[in-house]
């Protein structure tokens, strides 16, 4: 697998997860699960879209405070 595909992968994944965490037709399961699993992706882009989740003032507060969690612990972690 080249560099770029595996780049290709890893965007299309955060797309993914982020489109899952946005979805407020989604259960809130899901979206939680979405959002645990930027965080464990640790990027530098993940961080970016935890953040943006946190300031997203559609999504409901608990959603909103695991998103800035996860994101500090990326922070944290020197990503």
Do not use: C, F, W
């Amino acid at each position: 697998m080249t560099e770029y595909s595996a780049e290709g992968e890893k965007l299309d994944e955060l797309k993914k997860m982020t489109n899952i965490a946005t979805d407020l037709q989604l259960s809130e399961k899901m979206r939680v699960q979405a959002i645990n699993g930027l965080g464990d992706m640790a990027s530098h882009e993940a961080l970016v879209v935890l953040l943006n989740l946190a300031a997203n003032d559609r999504l409901h507060i608990p959603e909103r405070d695991l998103a800035l969690k996860r994101a500090r612990e990326i922070i944290k972690k020197g990503k």
